[in-house]
């Protein structure tokens, strides 16, 4: 189970990058933050997003049109 979960459904980019870095910074190093997405553009933006802060993506899914995607932070 994650440390913290984000919801970001229904929201277009760049809204759950945003997000996404304002969830992650109140989690602790080696934590870890699922998020839940609906844009399909969230893809490439959750990938580059995890390579640029150093942090590792562990998960990638899609279900039904969700996209959740598990990344522990960088220590």
Not at 9 to 20: S, V
Not at 31 to 48: I, M, N, Q, R, Y
Not at 62 to 70: A, S, T
Request: one cysteine or more.
């Amino acid at each position: 189970m994650a440390d913290k979960t984000l919801d970001t459904k229904g929201l277009n980019c760049p809204l759950p990058i945003l997000k996404a870095k304002k969830a992650i910074a109140e989690i602790p190093g080696g934590g870890t933050l699922e998020v839940l997405a609906t844009d399909p553009g969230s893809v490439p933006d959750f990938k580059a997003f995890c390579a640029a802060g150093g942090h590792t993506l562990l998960e990638q899914t899609e279900f039904g049109g969700i996209f959740r995607f598990l990344i522990r932070r960088a220590a």
